[in-house]
């Protein structure tokens, strides 16, 4: 049996490198395609196999030079990811994207060749005489400096991917490393060569002939220019027109673009979005989806779309369903609600990732981001407005407008940018707004009052403006503004209000591995509500800045104990001392400490569960503990012992008693003896799981032992009675001793 599985495992494992292998085959026309081979594959084909494949680089198809109009021409550039950006950072690129696997490619390799060879050896001014190779002023590189090269995308599928190739082959024109324009017509030698002459046109207006170039066949190796082309180009028969039109154009390109206008012209490199599929939501209902129509309608389209997964047993899913019908009917013509029964479309929930039901996603084309707050009506249809505005893109303001927005918003993300700012940034930052939806407000700006407001010197510079109070993203290299993930961890690290409401969904969120100041409020005093939000608030904005500045002292002192070691070893003129002192890194930051955060909880709504935890009845007046959820004990009384209350004096006077090590003020118990001991026992666990398993392996050893010998015993008397033939009786009467009755 052992040697059947063996052999079934074999064979398996021969069958998936057989598939992995015809699979490696496949010809790829996506990047999405080329990214995901492996690139070890394409590491060992030698040249000549290389060729024997159909490799489109140049260097396949001439590793020397070629001779074209009896001109000596050089092998075609092929550009390295690593140095595309310094390569192309001067002058005009016509640059193509190609795959060795793509048939496509392979196919229009001779028509590229050529009509890189055809430009390369054109005289610019046909008139003049004298030498025409590449040193010469009536070269075609020299004279208009452009450019031809090519790039593996598979060899370097991270330029690709920057510069959005998104199909093999893809030609684009690049103008001092910025993308100009992409060809988007029939790939043939004609319709390179006008895009190709377009370009040279507005680089040198009236330079080009007047009814177009007669240009050669694939593979040829030479063409007869003097020849008029069979189809004359039609192009403005006023040269001087033509000319001003050429100039004008190059004036628009070459201008810094408006303070309202920048951010559009530094992302027109970004893909085309695709148009919207139809009316958002004509009828005003939830729409059950398939996996087709959902792959149809949702994922293959930009339309937004807030989609439920359930199951019709689960009771979640049926107290929502009321909440869900309606808030489609309240978005009618605004956006797009579905639903998926995941007992019959169980594909399609697995490829979505739904681990509970109910599950709600708001979807964005390719992109998407699960919903975890309230099921309320008015929860379900707060977020579905937020989520929509994202679909415009980040906002710009100015300084009125960022004032504006300041008073309804306590949390803004706020981007600025200047002239030299990238596409790639711009395409980084609009990837989070997303994630943002619910959270807080992304904007940007170049506006020079609110960068002289929050101090900004550098650009792109990313900070959080809570009531006010900045906090600045720390990029220690330009890529750390476009890494996606990094940058959306910092935002959710500061996301909150400095204030926030403690609600089901935030809760985790707000009260793991810190001291919360939880403020236990009720709106049904609507002043007293107001005014003790307010003194949480400025207790919470004096507490940071002490601690900021407590901060500041303590590496200031840090500093100043290395400058003294340095100070005393060059008076010793001790070279090892010096190198010591010079060696230590002062590594201190705000967050190697547990931080204390503040927050409010309405106290009538969740009335139950703060009298069962904290023991608190709201009614008889609003009160404040400070939280330690990460040992389930809390703090309800000052160090004279009368209770916090939402005072600025009382909060700040005990803050400082509750995280000393030890505490001065006596803590309390969140939870019951059973829970105590229950957490008690894992934290143990967690913390030493080395100790805890040898305890555990200790106390296993003890207990059989102790029950082996129990068990050996029984079964002792039991074989002694039977042969002994000892009855009931009588095995009475000798267990008090020597068989004596009383």
């Known amino acids: 049996m052992r040697s059947l599985g063996s052999f079934a495992l074999v064979s398996f494992g021969l069958f998936s490198a057989l598939a992995a292998a015809v699979d490696s085959q496949h010809q790829l026309n996506t990047v999405e395609d080329a990214l995901a081979e492996p690139k070890s594959e394409t590491t060992v084909v030698d040249g000549d196999e290389a060729k024997q494949a159909g490799a489109t680089n140049s260097e396949a198809i001439s590793s020397t030079s070629t001779i074209f109009h009896g001109m000596e021409v050089p092998p075609m550039k092929e550009l390295t990811g690593e140095g595309m950006e310094q390569e192309i950072k001067n002058g005009y690129w016509f640059i193509k994207h190609y795959s060795p696997y793509c048939v496509h490619c392979r196919d229009i390799a001779p028509t590229w060749q050529t009509l890189y060879e055809f430009y390369y050896t054109s005289k610019p001014v046909p008139g003049t005489k004298g030498a025409t190779d590449a040193d010469s002023m009536n070269s075609f590189t020299r ?28 030609f684009s024109i690049y103008k001092d490393g910025v993308l100009v324009k992409k060809f988007e017509d029939h790939k043939d030698m004609d319709n390179l060569s006008k895009f190709v002459e377009e370009h040279l046109e507005s680089i040198r207006p009236g330079s080009r002939p007047k009814d177009g170039l007669k240009v050669p066949e694939p593979g040829a190796t030479s063409v007869d220019t003097g020849t008029p082309p069979e189809k004359p180009a039609r192009k403005d028969k006023d040269p001087e027109a033509g000319a001003a039109a050429a100039s004008k154009h190059m004036e628009a390109v070459a201008a810094p673009p408006t303070d309202t206008a920048k951010a559009l012209t530094k992302v027109k490199a970004l893909p085309k979005k695709k148009k919207p599929s139809g009316p958002a939501n004509p009828v005003g209902t939830s729409v059950s989806l398939t996996q087709e129509s959902f792959q149809k309608l949702v994922t293959n389209t930009q339309d937004p779309w807030f989609v439920k997964f359930y199951v019709p047993w689960c009771h979640h899913c049926q107290a929502l369903a009321p909440s869900w019908l309606q808030m489609a009917k309240e978005l009618q013509g605004k956006l797009n609600v579905g639903d998926v029964n995941c007992d019959q479309q169980a594909r399609l929930c697995k490829d979505v990732r739904v681990k509970a039901y109910p599950t709600i996603h708001f979807f964005r084309g390719g992109e998407r981001v699960e ?13 579905a407005k937020k989520a929509l505005d994202v679909g415009s893109g980040v906002q710009y303001v100015d300084e009125a407008t960022f004032k504006e927005m300041e008073e309804t918003e306590e949390v803004i993300f706020v981007y600025f940018y200047d002239h030299a700012t990238t596409s790639e940034d711009f395409e980084a930052l609009e990837r989070l707004t997303l994630s943002l939806v619910g959270h807080a407000k992304l904007v940007k700006t170049n506006d020079t009052a609110l960068a002289e407001r929050f101090k900004v010197s550098t650009w792109p510079r990313l900070l959080v403006s809570r009531d006010g109070r900045a906090n600045y993203y720390e990029a220690l290299a330009p890529k750390d503004m476009r890494d996606f993930r990094q940058v959306l961890a910092w935002m959710q690290k500061v996301w909150l209000p400095i204030v926030p409401e403690l609600t089901a969904s935030n809760s985790r969120e707000i009260m793991r591995g810190k001291y919360i100041v939880l ?8 002043d007293e509500f107001a005014l003790d939000k307010r003194e949480i608030k400025n207790a919470a904005l004096e507490w940071m800045e002490k601690q900021t500045h407590a901060f500041e002292l303590e590496r200031q002192e840090l500093r100043d104990a290395k400058q003294l070691r340095l100070e005393e070893a060059e008076d010793r003129n001790d070279e090892r001392a010096k190198r010591a002192a010079k060696s230590i890194h002062i590594d201190l930051r705000e967050d190697d400490k547990k931080q204390v ?32 959820e990460d040992n389930r004990r809390y703090w309800d009384t000052t160090i004279s012992g009368a209770y916090i209350v939402p005072s600025r004096t009382s909060i700040l006077e005990t803050i400082p008693k509750v995280i000393a090590n030890p505490p001065k003020i006596s803590s309390k118990s969140s939870t019951g003896l059973i829970q105590r001991f229950f957490f008690g026992f894992t934290g143990t666990t967690t913390s030493h799981p080395w100790l805890s398993a040898i305890f555990l392996i200790a106390g296993l050893a003890i207990g059989w032992v102790y029950g082996k010998g129990r068990i050996g015993r029984r079964r002792g008397i039991s074989l002694s009675s039977g042969l002994l033939g000892i009855d009931e009786k009588e095995k009475g009467l000798g267990a008090f001793g020597n068989g004596k009755a009383d």
């Open 519 to 526: 403020g236990i409020l009720s709106r049904d005093r609507p």
């Open 143 to 170: 004279y208009y400096n452009f450019h031809f090269a090519s790039l593996d995308c598979i060899a370097y599928g991270d330029a690709c991917s920057k510069h959005e190739v998104g199909a093999f082959p893809t």
């Open 597 to 628: 955060g503040f927050a409010w909880v309405d106290g009538i709504f969740w009335d139950r569960w703060i009298r069962t935890t904290y023991g608190i009845n709201v009614k008889e007046g609003e009160r404040v503990i400070i939280n330690d």
């Open 371 to 383: 919903y975890d707050g309230l099921r309320g009506l008015g929860d379900l249809v707060s977020y």
